[in-house]
């Protein structure tokens, strides 16, 4: 419910906030390159998905 700013003290603002957390994002090993990538996502790092080439990634 939305309440006016000037009727919510600091200190109930202060400790809703405290409960936000930070999330570890979600990395798992490519099992191609063993690089970290995201689940269910093309590898960034050799271009591959499910055993297959999706992308081309450059290599100098
Ligand atoms: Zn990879």
Do not use: N
């Amino acid at each position: 419910m939305a309440v006016p700013k000037k009727k919510k003290s600091k200190a109930s603002t202060a400790s809703r906030r405290a409960t936000w957390k930070l999330e570890a994002p979600g990395l798992v090993e490519c099992p191609r390159c063993h690089g970290a990538r995201m689940p269910h996502r093309v590898c960034p790092q050799c271009g591959h998905y499910d055993g297959k080439e999706i992308i081309k990634i450059k290599e100098d």
